[in-house]
C-alpha cells in the first residue's frame, strides 16, 4: 500500500504526465471530460461522473484508421500506427473498468480490432473508488464494487486528505515502482478497510439498489420483444444519441470518409442506434419507428448481448443516461416498468 | 395539480380529447418525463405539474397533430410561443389540440443542485405548484439538508422570463409568479461576450464548444428544428450528424444550426437545457435576436400565428446588404 | 495521442477494417442497370480465397463503403466477380467506373452456403428474382464445378423482363446444358422477344410443383422470398429445407459497428445465409 497527500497530487501527475501519456478527468466550462493532461488544465478528482465515460481513450469518438492518397499510379493505403507506449488513465471509476470488459467481449472477439487492442494492452488503469456514489448509481446491479475493481492496475482511495494506493497487477506494481518518489509506504490500511465497508454499506442503500434484471438476459427475445410497453415507454424519446454517446458499453460505430483535399481519411465514429439512419439502405429501412430504435438499444443491452456473452449485460450502472437524457427516459424506467408488467401478468 | 388531472379526465371522459400529453411522475423527484395519458387510471397514478417539469411540450403536438381526434397538451406560458411559431410554420394542426394553458412559478434545474454537490436529492420540499414558496427544503439521500432560495436553483431561462402569458390557449389553469428577477435584459450576457477581444471571445467559444458531443440532442428537442430531414443528417456530408472529422465541425454545426432558426427561435431555452455538456445554447439564439431586433425592430417569435418574421418579410425600411457587417466594424 | 500516419514506420499489425487496392479488369452490362466487375490484385491474381454466398466490402475513396456478394465461384481462383445493380450512390459511381480503374476490397465477410456438408448429395432447387441470382451464382457454379457431390439441380430464375434477367448467356451456354440440371426461366410480362415462360417467380413455381425431397434456396427481393415461402410450404416444404439470404446495412463487416444485428444475430458476421427456421427464431426486424 502507498499514500500521497492530496496537495501532492498535481506534482505526482505532473511526474507521471511527463513520462508518458496521461489521462484524466478535466473541468472545462463547468464539465468534466476526460482529456489528456497538462498543468495549464483542472484536473477533477471530485467529480464523481464525467459526462462523457472513459470510453474515449479506448475507442475514441472519431479516430481515422488509413489515408487513402489517390495518383496516376492508382490508389495507396497508409494506414494509422497503433498506439505503442504505455500510457496511464489516472481516475477511472470501478464501473467504466468493467465497461471496458464488457466492450472487449466486441473488440477483442475474432477478428479483433487492433486499434483497441493496442490501446487496450498499453493502458495502465488507475481506479478511484467512489467515495460517495450517486442517487442514480447501480453499479451494485450488475456486481460492480465501487470499493475496489478487479479489473484496475491500481486501486485508489482518497480518505480525507490522503490519496491511498494499491498495485493489483504486475504493471500496476511496476507503475508505483517507476513514480515511488513521491509516494510514501504506509503498511497500515485499516482505514481503507473502512472506507471500502463504508462504499458498500451506501451502494447498499442506494435506490436502485434492488433494481431486479430478472426477466431479462439470455434467451428472452421473444417474451421481451413483443412487450406492449415499449410505445409508452418511447413516447418521448428525441431520437437525439445522449444516452448512447454517454455510455461506457455503447459501442455501435459509422465508418466515414473525409476528403482532406490530399488524400481520403477513411475514419470511424461512434454512432447510435437512435438516430433514423442507423439502418438505412439504398433500398430499404429496417427499422423505421422511434419506438423500433429505442427497443433495440435496450433490448441489445438486456438480451442480445447476454445471449452471446454468457450472460453479461451492457450495462455497468454508471447511471449516466439517467442523469443526462434530455426528457427523463432511461434503462432503468425501461427495466422498472417491464418488470411491474411481469408482477401484474402473474398476479 | 389534482385540479389539472380533474380537469384532465374531464376531458377524456366527455370525448373531447382523445389523450393528454404532460408529464409523468419519475423514479426521482427531479426527472418527470413527457407522457401521453391514454385513461383517467394513468393520469391518476402518474400525473405530476411540479418545478421540474421544464420540458417544452409544443414539439411533440407535430406528431400529436397527425393522430386521431384532439390532444389535450399542458403548455407552459413559454411554451405557448413555441406553439404559435409551429401553427405559422404549418406543422402542427390548431383543431387538434385542446391546450390549458398551465401557470408557471419558474422551473428548477437539477444542475444546479448538482453544482452545490446536493444533487442526490432524496426528498424536496416547495416545488408543487400549490406552494407558494421562495424557499427550496432538500434533503439527500446523504442527509445533507439544505434550504436553497428557489431563484438560486430555478433553471436560466426563468430568471429572464419573456412574460406569465400564454399566448395561446383553450382555457387557462392555476396561477403564475413573477420570476424575472435580474436586474437589466436577457441579452446582457451577449453584450458581455459581444465586448469581448476576439481573441477572448473565440477561446470562450472554442471553450464551450469543445464540449459538444454532438448527440443532436439540442436539435432534436428545439421547436423551430422541425425539418423531417435535417442538413446534418445528409449521409453524403462530409460533415455529416454525428462525426467531427475535424475540431472545427462542433463549432460549425452550432452556427449553422443557430442561423436555421433565426427569426423562427422564441428563445424557449430548452436547448440549453437539455445539453449534457452545459453548453450556453441559448448565447447563440439571443445574440442573432439581439442583432434582428437591432437592425429591423423589435420582434418575438411565436406571439402571434400571423406576423412574418424579420427574415421573411421585406419592407423598404429593411437596412440595406452589408449593414452588419459595418455594424460589426463600428 | 494520436496515431499518426505509419509512412515511416512499416512495423504495425494491419486491422481488418484496411483494405486491399482491387483492380477491375472487366466490366459486363449484364441488364440495363446491372454490371459486373471481374476485380483481381493489381499484380494480378484473385485478393483473398472465399466459400459460395460470402460476401465483401468494396469501397470507392471518398464515395463509400458497401457489401456484396461475390458472384463468382470459390472455383475460380483468377478473380472475384460481383454483380452490382445500380440503386444508390455508390453502387452508381461504381456503374461509372471504367476497366483498369481501381477500387479498394476487404473481406470475405460472413457465413456461406453450407456446400461441403448439408448440401452434399442433396437434390437442390434453386429460386432466384432479379438481381437476387447473384449470391446464388456463386453457389450453383460451385457445385457444377463439383457435379459429382450434389444431386439433381434445379434453377428458377425470374425478372422483370428478358433484359432484366442476369447472366443469360451462361445460363443458356452452360447451366442448361449441364449434367443432370434443369433451368427454368420466366419473365413478369408479356414480350415479344419472348418465348418462354410468363409470370410471377412464386407462381411459377407453384405451377411446376416441386418434390419435397429438395434442398431449397432462394434470394430475391422481399416479396418474392416472402411468397416463394408461402408457395413451397403449400408443396410440402417444412422451413428447414429452404435457405435464402437476409440484406441489412452494413459498416465494419465483422459483427462490431452494431448496424445489422437483429436479435443476437449479425448478419454480416452470423448471415447473410440463413436456414428459414432460424430466421423464424429472429425478431422480426428484417
Not at chain 3, 412464386?202 to 434470394?219: H, M, Q, R, V, W
Request: hydrophobic share 35%.
Amino acid at each position: 500500500m502507498k499514500k500521497i497527500a492530496q496537495s501532492l497530487i498535481p506534482q505526482f501527475l505532473s511526474c507521471v504526465g511527463g513520462a508518458m501519456d496521461l489521462f484524466v478527468p478535466v473541468r472545462m466550462s463547468g464539465a468534466a471530460n476526460w482529456g489528456i493532461w497538462d498543468k495549464n488544465r483542472t484536473v477533477d478528482l471530485d467529480t464523481l461522473k464525467t459526462v462523457k465515460s472513459p470510453k474515449d481513450v479506448f475507442f475514441p469518438q472519431c479516430q481515422t484508421m488509413y489515408t487513402v492518397h489517390h495518383a496516376d499510379a492508382g490508389y495507396t493505403i497508409d494506414p494509422m500506427k497503433l498506439t505503442s507506449q504505455p500510457f496511464c488513465v489516472f481516475g477511472i471509476r470501478p464501473c467504466d473498468v468493467r465497461a471496458l470488459t464488457v466492450m472487449d467481449q466486441v473488440f477483442l472477439a475474432e477478428p479483433e480490432d487492433t486499434f483497441y487492442r493496442a490501446r487496450r494492452e498499453n493502458a495502465i488503469l488507475l481506479s478511484l473508488a467512489c467515495h460517495r456514489p450517486a442517487q442514480t448509481c447501480f453499479c451494485s446491479v450488475f456486481s460492480i464494487d465501487a470499493a475496489q475493481s478487479d479489473g484496475a492496475d491500481v486501486m485508489m482511495w482518497m480518505i480525507g486528505q490522503d490519496l491511498w494506493l494499491e498495485g493489483q497487477t504486475d504493471k500496476g506494481n511496476g507503475f508505483l515502482e517507476q513514480f515511488s518518489e513521491l509516494l510514501e509506504d504506509a503498511d497500515d490500511g485499516a482505514c481503507v478497510e473502512e472506507e471500502k465497508e463504508s462504499i458498500r454499506a451506501i451502494t447498499r442503500k442506494l435506490p436502485y439498489s434492488g433494481l431486479s434484471l430478472e426477466g431479462w438476459g439470455e434467451g428472452r427475445t421473444d417474451e421481451k420483444f413483443d412487450d406492449p410497453n415499449w410505445e409508452q415507454l418511447s413516447d418521448a424519446c428525441l431520437a437525439c444519441g445522449t444516452c448512447t454517446f454517454v455510455c461506457p458499453t455503447c459501442q455501435c460505430y459509422d465508418i466515414k470518409d473525409y476528403d482532406t483535399g490530399h488524400g481520403i481519411q477513411r475514419y470511424r465514429c461512434w454512432d447510435s442506434c437512435m438516430y433514423s439512419d442507423f439502418t438505412l439502405m439504398a433500398a430499404a429501412n429496417n427499422r423505421t419507428t422511434q419506438m423500433q430504435r429505442f427497443r433495440q438499444r435496450f433490448m441489445h443491452k438486456l438480451v442480445y448481448f447476454p445471449t452471446n456473452n454468457d450472460g453479461m449485460f451492457m450495462c455497468v450502472g454508471c447511471g449516466r443516461c439517467v442523469d443526462r437524457c434530455p426528457q427523463s427516459l432511461n434503462i432503468v424506467k425501461v427495466i422498472k416498468t417491464m418488470e411491474k408488467g411481469r408482477e401484474e401478468e402473474q398476479a | 395539480m389534482q385540479e389539472l388531472i380533474n380537469r384532465a379526465k374531464e376531458l377524456l371522459a366527455d370525448g373531447t380529447v382523445a389523450r393528454v400529453l404532460g408529464w409523468k411522475k419519475g423514479d426521482f423527484v427531479y426527472n418527470p418525463e413527457p407522457h401521453i395519458f391514454t385513461s383517467a387510471g394513468e393520469l391518476e397514478k402518474d400525473f405530476i405539474y411540479d418545478g421540474f417539469c421544464g420540458a417544452n411540450l409544443s414539439k411533440y403536438m407535430i406528431r400529436a397533430s397527425r393522430m386521431e381526434g384532439k390532444t389535450l397538451v399542458f403548455l407552459k406560458p413559454c411554451d405557448t410561443f413555441s406553439f404559435n411559431q409551429l401553427i405559422k410554420e404549418h406543422q402542427v394542426d390548431r383543431e387538434k389540440a385542446y391546450i390549458i394553458g398551465v401557470g408557471c412559478k419558474g422551473k428548477l434545474d437539477h444542475r444546479k443542485f448538482q453544482e452545490r454537490d446536493l444533487g442526490d436529492i432524496e426528498s424536496i420540499s416547495g416545488i408543487r405548484m400549490m406552494d407558494e414558496c421562495d424557499v427550496v427544503h432538500v434533503t439527500t439521500i446523504y442527509g445533507d439538508k439544505a434550504d436553497l432560495p428557489f431563484a438560486d436553483v430555478m433553471l436560466e431561462r426563468c430568471h429572464y422570463c419573456k412574460t406569465k402569458d400564454h399566448q395561446i390557449f383553450d382555457e387557462k389553469m392555476l396561477g403564475s409568479r413573477e420570476t424575472t428577477d435580474k436586474d437589466g435584459d436577457r441579452f446582457d450576457e451577449v453584450r458581455r461576450i459581444q465586448k469581448m477581444s476576439p481573441e477572448e471571445r473565440f477561446s470562450y467559444f472554442r471553450s464551450e464548444l469543445s464540449k459538444c458531443i454532438r448527440c443532436n440532442a439540442c436539435r432534436n428537442v428545439c421547436p423551430a428544428c422541425n425539418c423531417l430531414h435535417c442538413v446534418f443528417d445528409n449521409t453524403n456530408y462530409d460533415t455529416a450528424q454525428k462525426a467531427n472529422a475535424d475540431s472545427f465541425e462542433e463549432n460549425m454545426f452550432h452556427i449553422i444550426r443557430t442561423l436555421h432558426v433565426a427569426g423562427r427561435c422564441t428563445d424557449c431555452g430548452e436547448c440549453s437545457r437539455v445539453c449534457p455538456q452545459s453548453i450556453p445554447l441559448h448565447l447563440f439564439n439571443r445574440k442573432l435576436i439581439l442583432d434582428m431586433d437591432e437592425l429591423y425592430g423589435e420582434f418575438q417569435a411565436g406571439s402571434d400565428t400571423q406576423t412574418p418574421g424579420p427574415l421573411t418579410a421585406y419592407t423598404l425600411e429593411d437596412p440595406e446588404a452589408g449593414a452588419g457587417l459595418e455594424r460589426s466594424r463600428g | 495521442m494520436s496515431e499518426d500516419c505509419l509512412c515511416s514506420n512499416p512495423s504495425y499489425r494491419q486491422d481488418v477494417l484496411i483494405p486491399q487496392v482491387g483492380v477491375i479488369r472487366k466490366i459486363t452490362q449484364e441488364t440495363p442497370d446491372v454490371r459486373s466487375f471481374i476485380v483481381t490484385s493489381p499484380e494480378g491474381g484473385r485478393l483473398f480465397g472465399q466459400m459460395p454466398g460470402q460476401c465483401a466490402m468494396v469501397c470507392a475513396p471518398g464515395v463509400g463503403e458497401a457489401m456484396f456478394s461475390i458472384t463468382s465461384s470459390p472455383t475460380e481462383t483468377d478473380y472475384h466477380e460481383f454483380s452490382i445493380k445500380e440503386c444508390g450512390e455508390l453502387t452508381s459511381y461504381l456503374h461509372g467506373l471504367r476497366e483498369g480503374d481501381q477500387i479498394l476490397v476487404r473481406g470475405p465477410y460472413g457465413n456461406h452456403f453450407p456446400v461441403e456438408d448439408v448440401y452434399k448429395g442433396r437434390d437442390l432447387l434453386f429460386i432466384a428474382g432479379g438481381i437476387g441470382l447473384a449470391p446464388l451464382r456463386s453457389v450453383i457454379n460451385y457445385c457444377l464445378a463439383n457435379r459429382g457431390d450434389y444431386g439433381k439441380i434445379d434453377i428458377l430464375y425470374g425478372s422483370r423482363s428478358k433484359a432484366d434477367l442476369v447472366k443469360l448467356e451462361e445460363i443458356r451456354q452452360v447451366w442448361e446444358k449441364a449434367p443432370d440440371t434443369k433451368v427454368w426461366l420466366t419473365i413478369d410480362r408479356e414480350d415479344p422477344e419472348w418465348d418462354g415462360h410468363v409470370g410471377f417467380v412464386p407462381s411459377y413455381l407453384t405451377e411446376i410443383g416441386f418434390s419435397t425431397d429438395k434442398t431449397a434456396i432462394i434470394c430475391g427481393p422481399p416479396i418474392m422470398i416472402k411468397f416463394c415461402l408461402q408457395n413451397l410450404e403449400q408443396l410440402g416444404f417444412s422451413r428447414d429445407q429452404v435457405y435464402t439470404t437476409l440484406e441489412l446495412r452494413m459498416k465494419c463487416g465483422i459483427g462490431k459497428c452494431g448496424r445489422c444485428n437483429i436479435g443476437s444475430k449479425y448478419v454480416c458476421k452470423d448471415g447473410p445465409v440463413f436456414r428459414c427456421d432460424e430466421i423464424d427464431q429472429l425478431p422480426d426486424e428484417y
